[in-house]
Structure formats: C-alpha cells, structure tokens
C-alpha cells in the first residue's frame, strides 16, 4: 500500500473514530432533551392548577384580594398575573434541565487530554526530605493549591483553532507574571510582615528573579511564532477574496476567518496573584508551608508549560524554533523550582530555635507557652 493511501485510510478511520463519538454523545444528549420538555411541560401543568383556581378567584371576588392587598385598586386586573405561574415554571426547569444536558453533552465531546504530567525537577534529596509533622509540614500550602488548580484547569483546554494556539504563546508572559507576582508578594511579606531571617527574603527574592527571567524568556515566543508563521496569519486576519479555498479541509462553519481568542494560560494564572495577595498567615507555621510549597507549586506551572509545548510538538502545526523555545522557558521554570527547594531547610536552619519550641517543646506546650510573645 502506498504512504498516500495509508494515510487516507488513516484518515478515514479517524472521521470514522469520531463520528461514532459524537453518536455516543448525542444520543444521551436528545434523550435528556427530550426529558426536559416533559418535566417541563408536567411542572408547568402543576403550577397552572393554583393559578387558575387563584385567578378565578380573582374574577369572582376581585374586591376580597384588595381588601387584602393581593391585588391593586386600579389597573389591569392583577389575577392575570397567576396565570403565568405555570409558563415560568416550565421555563426555569427547562432551562436548568436544558443546562445541565448541555454541560454532559460538552463533557462527553471534549476531546481526552492528559490530566497526570511527569513531575519536573529534581526530587528532594534525603538530607532535605522531612516527616509530615514537621513545622508546617501538616498545613496545605496556598500557593501549591492554586497552582494545582491553574494546572487542571490548563490540561482540560483544547484551542479551537491555531490563532487560539498564538493567544497561548503571547499569554505566556504575562501567566508566569501572575505567577512571579505571588511569590514577590511572599519576598515583600517575609521582609516586612513575618518574624522571619532577613536572608530568607532574599531567597525568595532570588526564585522570584528566576520565575521573573522565565517571564521574559517567554516574551520572545509570540513573535518568534508571527515571524514564522506570517504567512499563515495572515490568511487568517487579512484573508483574500475565498480564501477558505486554500484550506487544507473544509471550511469553517461560521464561515469566519479572523477570530483572536484571549490566552487561557493567562486566566488560569491570575487566581494565582489575585488569591497570594489576599492571603495573610496568622501563624509562622503557615509561612513556613508555602516555603515548602514553592517549589511543587512552580513545577505545576512548569508542567502546563510543558504540556504547551509537547502538543506544539506533537499536535499544532508550527515550526520547529517555536516549540524549542517554549522548552527554554520550561528550563528556566525547572531552575526555580530547583532554587525553591532550598527555601525550607534553609528556614529550618535560620530558625532553629524557633522551630524546637514546636517540635520539642519543654515540658510540654503549656510550659513552652510561657516564653510566648
């Protein structure tokens, strides 16, 4: 068999492959319909019963219902009112029921992406592994909460199409922004708020400054990805006379041509400043577990980082020189991640004394709760 016709048959399976996904969608999505409009339809019924016994009564003793304010002394007849009890009701249960179908229909259409990623970075070495009831090490860190979020949230989009694709590689900076601000905002705070070592903001300082050199590495991919791609833009926001004849399949159904999409890395990164910038400890044991946290928190965004870059390599149809430099920045996000893991023993160092008061204290925390502040 020729590679051509491999290929096509290749092809022709894959339609094949989603067509009968898309008959396993639907069929489950017309029968919820279809259910809808019946329980719409009964709910409507039964909420027509009290209101046409009320808009009878409205019509036999109109004077009653003023009497007792249910209706007003001049005007339309207020009783009319009862009689769209039963419409509103068969809307709402359709529109909720209708809501909840659509959502299971879209469920069932999204295409399968991988939710688990490799861990990037190094692991932590023995030396600076710590049980789970060390100072902090019982508390969720914030920042590794959002970030885990941001990281979910990423895996599940699907650009539509490839100018949804360039809104992910000119979002790149600004997400990881969002992200260096966070941990800016932990620099600022254990230098001014927290009781804590002045070389520990310093350290924080220093794997803002990576996530920060990451950020501006990342502003080099959008244009690298116009400049290669101008061409292709071009047929997209400055499309000849039909150009849809130029496509590779057929054309889009909205017949469009131009449609910019905003990043996706940007919207689920920003929770992740928004929320750091809210947040206010209340004990050093809570600092202590985003010390902790940053380093797994930084190789989730790393790992959505990754995953743009192993679907440009696999999936989009883009050159070379972009996804290489999308796996500059995923290094240079690995480097910080790897400076992060020196945050909490370096922590645990500065503030022995402190830390004892907790894990060891003497005579018990009652005695040890004599020397607090």
């Given at each position: 068999?020729?590679?051509?016709?491999?290929?096509?048959?290749?092809?022709?399976?894959?339609?094949?492959?989603?067509?009968?996904?898309?008959?396993?969608?639907?069929?489950?999505?017309?029968?919820?319909?279809?259910?809808?409009?019946?329980?719409?339809?009964?709910?409507?019924?039964?909420?027509?019963?009290?209101?046409?016994?009320?808009?009878?009564?409205?019509?036999?003793?109109?004077?009653?219902?003023?009497?007792?304010?249910?209706?007003?002394?001049?005007?339309?007849?207020?009783?009319?009112?009862?009689?769209?009890?039963?419409?509103?009701?068969?809307?709402?249960?359709?529109?909720?029921?209708?809501?909840?179908?659509?959502?299971?229909?879209?469920?069932?259409?999204?295409?399968?992406?991988?939710?688990?990623?490799?861990?990037?970075?190094?692991?932590?070495?023995?030396?600076?592994?710590?049980?789970?009831?060390?100072?902090?090490?019982?508390?969720?860190?914030?920042?590794?909460?959002?970030?885990?979020?941001?990281?979910?949230?990423y895996s599940r989009y699907e650009p539509p199409m490839m100018l949804a694709v360039a809104a992910e590689y000119w979002g790149l900076p600004e997400g990881l922004t969002s992200t260096a601000e966070a941990i800016r905002q932990l620099a600022v705070n254990t230098a001014e708020k927290y009781p804590a070592d002045a070389q520990m903001a310093d350290l924080v300082a220093q794997v803002y400054a990576l996530i920060h050199q990451a950020s501006q590495k990342a502003g080099e991919v959008g244009p690298l990805f116009a400049k290669l791609h101008e061409h292709d833009l071009k047929r997209l926001e400055e499309p000849r006379n039909n150009e849809h004849m130029w496509n590779i399949l057929e054309r889009r159904q909205d017949g469009s041509y131009s449609q910019h999409q905003p990043s996706h890395f940007v919207a689920v990164c920003q929770d992740i400043a928004h929320v750091y910038a809210r947040y206010e400890p209340g004990h050093m044991r809570q600092v202590a577990a985003e010390y902790e946290g940053i380093p797994e928190g930084i190789e989730n965004v790393a790992a959505a980082v990754n995953l743009l870059q192993v679907r440009s390599n696999d999936r989009y149809p883009v050159e070379k020189a972009v996804v290489d430099a999308i796996a500059d920045v995923h290094a240079l996000l690995l480097k910080a991640a790897s400076a992060a893991q020196e945050l909490m023993p370096n922590f645990r160092r500065l503030h022995a004394p402190d830390i004892s008061r907790h894990e060891a204290p003497r005579n018990g925390e009652e005695g040890e709760a004599m020397w607090d502040a």
């Open positions: 068999m020729s590679p051509v016709m491999g290929r096509l048959g290749e092809r022709i399976r894959g339609v094949r492959r989603a067509l009968a996904r898309k008959a396993r969608a639907w069929l489950p999505y017309l029968a919820r319909s279809a259910a809808a409009k019946f329980a719409a339809g009964a709910v409507g019924v039964v909420a027509s019963v009290p209101g046409l016994l009320l808009k009878g009564l409205a019509a036999a003793g109109g004077w009653v219902l003023r009497l007792l304010h249910l209706a007003p002394r001049t005007g339309k007849p207020w009783g009319d009112r009862f009689l769209a009890w039963g419409p509103k009701a068969a809307r709402a249960v359709h529109r909720r029921l209708m809501s909840w179908a659509k959502a299971h229909l879209a469920e069932a259409l999204r295409p399968d992406v991988a939710t688990r990623f490799e861990q990037p970075g190094r692991p932590l070495p023995a030396s600076l592994t710590f049980p789970s009831d060390h100072f902090g090490g019982d508390l969720v860190s914030v920042f590794t909460t959002e970030t885990e979020a941001m990281r979910e949230a």
